[in-house]
């Protein structure tokens, strides 16, 4: 499936999953202006992520678009991994933001639950604060996610790729953002 098939399919899969999070315009005021997404902003992504791949990084997460809806940001962001066979970094969870992950390329083992040992991390405007951690996630949940598939993170939930297949995964985040920390990458 080509880019622009799947940018497509990707926008028209998740714009209905944040419609269920808008807040109307206050009285008097008026709605902020559309953020596109598009084909050339996609390809663009995918090549710098494939390019910072190299040996010992264990991801590429680009924020390429930010929208200042009035009551909090939404940013899309593409994130490129490459293949493993062990946790693919440090288990994560978010004090706010939830991630909405769209499978574009590749796939892999996604596994959530309870984060164990957690550091507080300061976070960044890529990804926000919240906790970080080497041990393992207590109750995990795993499940095998590929092309055309999603999942949804909430605020709080530990999250870590447990394998990577051959070729790695490129999926398109969208972080809900409740305290406009996140901004475009650079």
């Known amino acids: 499936m080509g880019m622009r098939i799947v940018g497509t399919l990707a926008l028209a899969l998740l714009v ?13 005021g008026s709605p902020r202006p559309a953020t596109e997404v598009t084909t050339a902003m ?3 992504a995918a090549k710098i992520g494939m390019a910072a791949l190299k040996p010992g990084v264990s991801v590429s997460d680009r924020n390429i678009a930010l929208s200042d809806t009035g009551a909090y940001n939404v940013t899309v962001a593409f994130v490129t991994r490459p293949a493993t066979t062990v946790p693919s970094g440090r288990v994560l969870s978010h004090d706010k ?16 639950g309870t984060m164990v040992d957690a550091k507080a991390e300061r976070g960044s405007t890529t990804i926000g604060p919240g906790a970080s ?3 393992p996630i207590a109750n995990p949940r795993a499940i095998k996610l590929g092309p055309g598939e999603m999942q949804i ?6 999250h870590v790729w447990s394998e990577i297949a051959d070729g790695g995964i490129d999926y398109i985040t969208i972080r809900v953002d409740p305290e406009r920390v996140t901004a475009l990458s650079k």
């Not at 999953?17 to 808008?22: D, H, K, M, T």
């Not at 993170?153 to 530990?158: E, K, L, N, Q, W």
């Open 97 to 112: 933001i939830t991630e909405i992950y769209y499978v574009v390329r590749g796939s892999g083992t996604a596994m959530t």
């Open 133 to 135: 951690s080497a041990s």
């Open 153 to 158: 993170i909430p605020p709080g939930v530990a």
């Open 16 to 28: 209905p999953a944040l419609a269920v999070a808008q807040i109307t315009p206050a009285a008097g």
């Open 42 to 44: 996609l390809e663009q």
